[in-house]
Every structure is written in structure tokens, then in C-alpha cells.
């Protein structure tokens, strides 16, 4: 097993020709991918892997300044499917691994069929003709709630986000991989998601893009879904889902698999 296969924890599972790469997002690992794996995996070759500062990751291979951008998770994704020897896939970005998804895409379209991307954000903070949902100050305390006390940050934050009952299994399974990672790498993690600004990279995407979204989510409003499908450019289609909350393949299985899967197998419509 080679360094980069035991940094992410890579895994490939699966039968089919056609492969599918699964990228999990901010406080999560490729768990949260556990209620889509069964219905892909008769159909289809599925990469796994944990984003660098996922709790299940070795901590000393975390790199600051690397991870300051999401460049860097852009180049590990681009180093995984060079060392899996993938010439084209599926990708499947969840959350900051939709935007990843979408700058690895720029600099080598050819390896990406499409990009499925769910509850995806190129910016989060409010600006002149832009809503993202947060301004400023309310990041700042998010970013002080999480530097004082990380673990009672994470028993707030994880029933917000999920956007479910404090006992619901989801919540649970979200507050245990968010516990999982480092205080000061979740707080560097957090801080160049939230602070990232991807708005001047989306007309360089050229490869068709599927936008899903929940109808309610904490950290992305349904209006970043129709922004992302005027401005990507390429071909886009946007769906949103009656689900709530930014983790929804957890939270909803029951409404988020179906629509998955028609994505994965569909292409956008001419």
C-alpha cells in the first residue's frame, strides 16, 4: 500500500466498468457515503477516500499551508485518480468537495464524465448581488465558538447542520466524525471553507455539472443552487430536494438516494 492509499484511507469497491468517485465534505469521511454505497456498488467501480483533516486521517500529514486553499484538496484528488490510473469518472462532491471536484475539473476536464455536486457553496459570505448566507461577524464567532471549546462547538453545530432531531441517527453519526478531527485542524479546515471565494473559477468549468440541493440548509440557501447553474460554463441542471439540512444523504436517505442515482445514471438533456 502506497503513502497516498493510507493518507486518505482509499478504498475501491465495486463491479462495474464505470467508475464513481465519492468526495465527502467539511466534519465528515467517506461514512457519510454509507447509505448510497449498496445501490452503486453492483453497477458501478467506487473510489472512497477521507479529504486530508478528516478525523479518520493521520493528523501529522496535514500540511497548514497546503490546506490554506482548496487547491490542495484539489491536487490530492488529482493524485488519487493518477494513482488509481482513472482516465475518466463520475465525481460525486459533497459540500467543499463539490467546489474541489470543480477546480481538479479545470485544470484536467478529461478526466471527469460529470460532476454531481450536493449542497455545494462558491462562497459563503454575503456580498454586493451575491447571498450566501453569512456575513462576516457570524463567522468570527463561529470561528471563536470553535477556537474556545471545540467539543461543546460540535454538540451545537452537529443537530444545526443536519437539520434533525438532537437523538436522530444522523446527528449522532455527524457529531462523532466532526469529534473525530483535530481542534486546530477543524478550525483551519472550517476557516478556508467558509472564507473560500470560488465565484471567478465557475465559467472555467466545461464539464456538465448536476447542482443538488436540500430546500433547507443551515450552511447553503437554495438561491447558491440557481447562482451555480447560472454561471457555471458548462452544461448544468439543478434539483432541489425535499430534504432538509446540509447533510442529506445522511439525514434523508429515503429522498436523496433515488434522486442520486437518476443523476449518476442520467445525463443532462439536450
Known amino acids: ?40 456498488i453492483d453497477d458501478y467501480k467506487v473510489i472512497l477516500y477521507d479529504n486530508m483533516g478528516a478525523g479518520t486521517t493521520n493528523p501529522d500529514y496535514f500540511d497548514f499551508e497546503r490546506y490554506s486553499t482548496l487547491e490542495g484538496y484539489a491536487y490530492d484528488l488529482l493524485a488519487i485518480l493518477e494513482e488509481l490510473q482513472v482516465d475518466s469518472c463520475i465525481y460525486v462532491g459533497h ?47 463561529l470561528f471563536e465558538a470553535m477556537g474556545a471549546n471545540y467539543k461543546a462547538w460540535c ?27 483535530r481542534p486546530d485542524i477543524a478550525l483551519t479546515v472550517a476557516q478556508t471553507i467558509f472564507q473560500s471565494d470560488m465565484r471567478q473559477i465557475l465559467k472555467m468549468v466545461t464539464v456538465p455539472c448536476h447542482i443538488l440541493q436540500s430546500v433547507k440548509d443551515l450552511a447553503v440557501p437554495v438561491v447558491v443552487s440557481e447562482y451555480l447553474h447560472q454561471n457555471l460554463g458548462g452544461e448544468s441542471i439543478v434539483e432541489v430536494m425535499s430534504s432538509d439540512g446540509h447533510l442529506p444523504q445522511l439525514s434523508s436517505p429515503d429522498i436523496v438516494i433515488p434522486v442520486l442515482l437518476r443523476h449518476i445514471r442520467y445525463d443532462i438533456a439536450i
Open 1 to 40: 500500500m502506497g503513502i497516498l492509499e493510507e493518507a486518505h484511507n482509499l478504498k475501491v469497491v465495486g463491479t462495474g466498468q464505470q467508475i464513481l468517485v465519492l468526495g465527502h465534505g467539511f466534519g465528515t469521511d467517506q461514512s457519510v457515503w454509507k447509505h448510497l454505497i449498496p445501490h452503486i
Open 95 to 141: 459540500s467543499v468537495s463539490a467546489m474541489v471536484g470543480l477546480i481538479a475539473s479545470i485544470t484536467r476536464p478529461d478526466l471527469f464524465s460529470k460532476i454531481i455536486m450536493i449542497a455545494a457553496s462558491p462562497r459563503y459570505l454575503n456580498d454586493v448581488d451575491y447571498y450566501g448566507g453569512f456575513e462576516q461577524e457570524d463567522l468570527d464567532q
Open 155 to 181: 454538540s451545537g453545530f452537529a443537530p444545526l447542520a443536519v437539520g434533525g432531531d438532537m437523538d436522530s441517527m444522523a446527528v449522532q453519526e455527524f457529531s462523532r466524525t466532526l469529534f473525530n478531527m
